[in-house]
């Protein structure tokens, strides 16, 4: 059973945590997404975790009643206190949160800071590489007992 530790350190350097603070404009959050290629970012102040705001926060909540993203803050938007996990816990734990709770990004916490983002694509590709661990596993055991027979 991997952690979300592990999963994090399959990540490797983009584990680094994008985050805007609450009283910024959406559009410095929009442009964060687009830089670093993100469909989310954590909204964080003073290493706390206020919320999480998604680019689909930003259509329904702003561009889709005309307002301003250059006048609109986070804050407005986010969704605070999001629901967030631990380095120990399971994988399985964040992929049963995220399909039960349609996420597709859980925040990672430790000691009250965050330390990391879990995605849906993480949780896909930490699956991935179970399996073909298993099936590796598998095959050697199989090539080993077909060889005594």
């Known amino acids: 059973m991997t952690s979300v530790k592990a999963c994090l350190a399959q990540k490797g350097k983009s584990v680094n945590v994008i985050s805007v603070k609450p009283d910024e404009k959406v559009v410095v ?23 999480i705001v998604t680019q689909g926060d930003c259509a329904i909540k702003v561009l889709l009643p005309g307002l301003d993203a250059k006048q609109v803050l986070v804050q407005e938007v986010m969704t605070a206190d999001p629901v967030s996990v631990k380095l120990d816990d399971p994988i399985e734990a ?4 995220m399909a039960s709770r349609n996420f597709r990004h859980l925040p990672v916490v430790e000691a009250g800071r ?10 896909v590709k930490d699956n991935i590489r179970q399996m073909g661990q298993q099936i590796g596993f598998l095959e050697t055991y199989i090539k080993g007992h077909s060889a005594a027979l």
């Open 94 to 97: 964040c992929t049963g949160l």
């Open 114 to 123: 965050v330390v990391g983002v879990i995605s849906i694509g993480d949780v």
């Open 29 to 51: 959050a929009l442009q964060l997404m687009r830089d670093n290629r993100v469909r989310a970012i954590l909204v964080v102040n003073d290493e706390k975790l206020m919320g």
